[in-house]
Structure formats: structure tokens, C-alpha cells
């Protein structure tokens, strides 16, 4: 193997003294985002379904702090960044499907390497996946997924080879898909520094343990996983090699797992290998580490790769039961829900609620309370009262701590909301609007004026006409858009305002 390498070195060696520049470094594409025009020129962004939603990080405030225009730079970059907030412009019905970034076109035809590099910061509430795809000429190829449920820590810089995928007409793009639009409330995704470089042909075999995907830094105990590794192969050929997952148990440095397959397929660019499940104890350390080996592999020192994990859960108060408001709900409540302290560690964290009004896919109510659990500890959370128009709702329990989300799961509910009047308020006239929905009781039959208005003052509906006393319901085909609702009888006058998200 040493005589082999050395041959091939010193090959490569004379190559580069007698060509020039064969190996030296061009760079296709670089963004820090530091401008002032989105995008950036030659960049473009789009979405298969749903608003488009990148922009600088300064575009957006953090959810739940509208007071602070500016979201921080969580890749690690520094300065501004590209941000996709797919709440930015709430309400959950602003959600997007494969929302993309993509970099201006460049030819990589010429190169023998392309490396993509780039810092980025995902975080997700358990519906949302973050990718990165390649244009290989005919169609996009995903060679990085970031999973639903995980996210991915702050201040990352990952390296991808992307050369396999050369063409003349090349262009990379950073993808914010969400799987369920609607269901909750998700978070966003950041990329910054982002380089693109492309340098000479590599002609030896240099196999890459290029990374790990599973175990996480925390697994469930007694829940089995399975361990999965990403393998780079440099050439255009593909090889087999020998791969091997081996765990052991940190305290007692005893190997207490070991997998091996002896004649893996290691195609061209990246392949996933995955083991046979392994389940972790409750309460221990363990160490995993991947090896991938080949004869002919030149480089041996970026074979191998260990992480550490624990079967700790780590933070997590999770509601487990919804006690207010019924299925069927009468007049005010306070919003209330069991949550219950499940890593067996102190825990100080926000509790929030949200209820959305079904009929048009909007967030109304939120609120939040704080509360220190002790390890293992329930609680039951009451908010202040809320009071709704008749429709339908659904309403959503989690916890935070410093906006993360440490729920598994959050817990919703759907119910429908009726307001009781009592017999003596039919004595007076009243008028409450809901979205498009204009809600009114008369205390006695009659003639009256009810006409829907428009920010300019126009009649955009009218409604008015004899109706009898007691409730009545009228709505109207609404634009996004802010409405005046105006109500008249001989002997009572109100206005409503309502504003229409969308």
C-alpha cells in the first residue's frame, strides 16, 4: 500500500511540475449576502406552491418578538445572511412548498473537482425538510437533506463534492420544503458564505468517510436505530469496500456492537450505508465509529469517523392532555392543558398556546405562561379567558425554551365555539365580525342598514333589508384586504373593523 502511494505521488508530483496550474483553484460562484438588493444578482428564488418566501435575515423579526425588526445570523457568518421564513408572512397559510434559492448558472464542465461549501443554521417544528440540489443538466439531484424533526445546529459550515454532476450549464439551490403546510407552526432555514469552487482532476482513489447521519447526539432509550453512514467516492468508477459500524460503551470501553459489510458498492459521488439496527441502553454513553477501507484508497486518513452519543432525551416538556376548551364549547374559557416534565431534568420554559380560526386558516388567540417543572413533573397550564365568534377552531399546546421548541408532540385540538346569548340581551342591539362573517342581534324587528365597506370607502357588499329580532349571520366574498362594517336602525348605530390575512 506505502509502495503503491508513493508511486502515485510522485506521479502526481512530476504532472504538476510540468503543467502548471493543473491543480489550481477557480471560484464558480461566491455570495456573502452582504448587499442591499434581493437577491443578490445572477440568484433567483421561487416556490412550487405557496408565496415565495427568501429574503435577507434583516427581512424578518423572530417569532413571537415583533418588537425586534431583525432576525440574528445563526449560520455563524456574521452579518447578514438568506433567510427563508416561511412564517414571515403569517398566517400558516403563508407556508410554501419547496420554496428555493438558487445561484446564478456557471460551467463546470472543465473541472475534474467541484466542491459547494457553505455555513447554514435549519430549524423546523416538525413538519419541514431543508436540501440542497444540483442541476446536473436535464434535472435537479438532492446531495444533502437536513430531516424533519432534527434540524441542524447553529453555526455549520458543510462541504459537499458535487463534481460527479459536471455539465456546462450547472447551478446549485438551498431548498425549504415543508411536507404538511397548515399544521403548524414551522421556523426557518439560513444559508450564508456560500462558495462554489472548481480545481483540476483527481485521478487516484481517495474514499471518504464524508460523514454521519445516525445516531443523533441523543437517542431514545430502549428504541432501536439504525446507523447510517455517507461514503465519498472520488472517481467516476464504481468500487467496493470494506465499511464497518462499531459501537461501544463509554464507561466501560467494551465494544458492545459491531457491523460489517465486506463488498459494499461505493458508487460514483455519495453513498448512503446503512447497518443493522442497534437499540441503546437507558442512561449510558456510547461511541460509534465508521471505517471504510480499500486497497487501492491513496489516503487513508479521511477513512474513519466516531461521534459520541446519549440516551438521554435531553430537554422535553410535552402537554399530554387538553382540558379547556370542550368539544363542543358555550361562551368564554380559559385555555388550559396538561404538560408533563419527561427527561428527568429542572426545567424553566415558556408554554404557549395558539388557536387557529378554521375557516380561513388563520392564527387569532395566542398566549403564554412561564413555569419552572421539576424533574418528572406535571402541570396544569390555565391561560387567560378567551372569547370567539360561532365557527369552528383548532387549538395548539407546546412548550420553548429560548423559541426552540421542546415539545414531542405538540398537542392540538379541534372544537366549535357557540356564544349563548342570554334571553335579556336580546334588549339591545349588537354587532361583532369574524373574518368575512358579520354577526348581529336586533332587539326587535325592523328595517335596517348593513353595508360593508372597503379602505377606500367603497361598497363592496350590502346587506341591508327587514330582518326579524334576534341573531343573524350574513358573509361575503372577501379579498386580503381591511373592511368597515357599518350597522343601522332607527335606533342603533355601530362599526366593525376586520382585516382579511388572506
Known amino acids: 500500500m506505502s509502495k503503491t502511494f508513493s508511486r502515485i505521488a510522485i506521479a502526481v508530483l512530476a504532472i504538476a511540475i510540468f503543467v502548471p496550474g493543473l491543480f489550481a483553484q477557480t471560484t464558480l460562484v461566491s455570495e456573502d449576502f452582504e448587499g442591499t438588493t434581493w437577491p443578490p444578482a445572477g440568484w433567483t428564488t421561487g416556490s412550487v406552491a405557496g408565496p415565495d418566501n427568501w429574503n435577507f435575515n434583516t427581512h424578518w423579526h423572530p417569532l413571537g418578538n415583533p418588537s425586534n425588526p431583525t432576525r440574528s445570523n445563526y449560520t455563524g457568518a456574521g452579518g447578514k445572511c438568506a433567510d427563508c421564513d416561511d412564517d414571515g408572512n403569517h398566517p400558516p397559510s403563508a407556508h410554501n412548498d419547496d420554496n428555493w434559492l438558487k445561484t446564478p448558472d456557471f460551467d463546470g464542465s472543465s473541472y475534474g473537482e467541484i466542491t459547494l461549501e457553505y455555513n447554514i443554521c435549519f430549524r423546523d417544528m416538525g413538519s419541514s425538510e431543508a436540501r440542497i440540489e444540483v442541476y446536473n443538466g436535464t434535472s435537479w439531484q438532492a446531495v444533502a437533506t437536513y430531516p424533519t424533526n432534527h434540524g441542524y445546529p447553529d453555526g455549520t459550515r458543510d462541504t459537499i463534492h458535487i463534481g460527479m454532476y459536471k455539465n456546462d450549464a450547472m447551478a446549485v439551490r438551498f431548498v425549504y420544503d415543508e411536507t404538511s403546510p397548515g399544521s403548524h407552526w414551522y421556523w426557518y432555514l439560513e444559508i450564508d458564505s456560500v462558495r462554489i469552487v472548481g480545481s483540476g482532476a483527481a485521478t487516484a482513489l481517495d474514499l471518504e468517510l464524508a460523514g454521519i447521519i445516525r445516531p443523533y447526539d441523543k437517542e431514545e432509550p430502549d428504541k432501536a436505530f439504525e446507523p447510517k453512514c455517507k461514503v465519498y467516492n472520488n472517481t467516476q468508477d464504481t468500487v ?18 459491531e457491523n460489517v459489510h465486506p463488498n459494499q458498492q461505493l458508487y460514483p459521488g455519495y453513498t448512503v450505508v446503512s447497518f443493522k439496527n442497534f437499540t441503546a441502553e437507558g442512561g449510558k454513553k456510547y461511541e460509534a465509529l465508521f471505517v471504510v477501507e480499500n486497497d487501492d484508497d491513496v489516503d487513508n486518513s479521511n477513512n474513519k469517523r466516531s461521534k459520541k452519543f446519549t440516551t438521554e432525551m435531553g430537554v422535553d416538556v410535552t402537554p399530554f392532555e387538553v382540558v379547556a376548551p370542550l368539544d363542543t364549547q358555550l361562551n368564554n374559557f380559559a385555555p388550559s392543558a396538561k404538560y408533563a416534565e419527561r427527561a428527568g431534568a429542572e426545567t424553566e420554559c415558556e408554554l404557549i398556546y395558539t388557536i387557529k380560526d378554521d375557516s ?16 418528572n413533573d406535571t402541570f396544569t397550564a390555565s391561560f387567560a379567558d378567551v372569547s370567539l365568534s360561532n365557527g369552528s377552531y383548532t387549538i395548539t399546546f407546546w412548550a420553548e425554551v429560548k423559541n426552540d421548541n421542546i415539545s414531542h408532540d405538540p398537542i392540538s385540538k379541534t372544537f366549535s365555539y357557540s356564544g349563548v346569548v342570554e334571553a335579556p340581551e336580546l334588549e339591545k342591539s349588537v354587532l361583532t365580525v369574524s373574518g368575512n362573517t358579520v354577526n348581529f342581534s336586533l332587539a326587535e324587528a325592523g328595517v335596517v342598514s348593513i353595508k360593508v365597506y372597503d379602505a377606500t370607502g367603497s361598497v363592496v357588499s350590502d346587506f341591508s333589508g327587514s330582518y326579524g329580532a334576534g341573531q343573524h349571520s350574513v358573509s361575503w366574498n372577501a379579498a386580503p384586504g381591511v373592511y368597515f362594517i357599518k350597522l343601522y336602525t332607527p335606533e342603533f348605530s355601530r362599526t366593525a373593523k376586520t382585516v382579511i390575512l388572506n
Open 360 to 375: 380561513y386558516n388563520a392564527i387569532i388567540k395566542s398566549d403564554t405562561v412561564s413555569h419552572k417543572f421539576a424533574a
Open 240 to 257: 467496493k469496500a470494506k465499511v464497518r459500524c462499531v459501537i461501544k460503551d463509554v464507561a466501560t470501553q467494551q465494544d458492545v456492537y
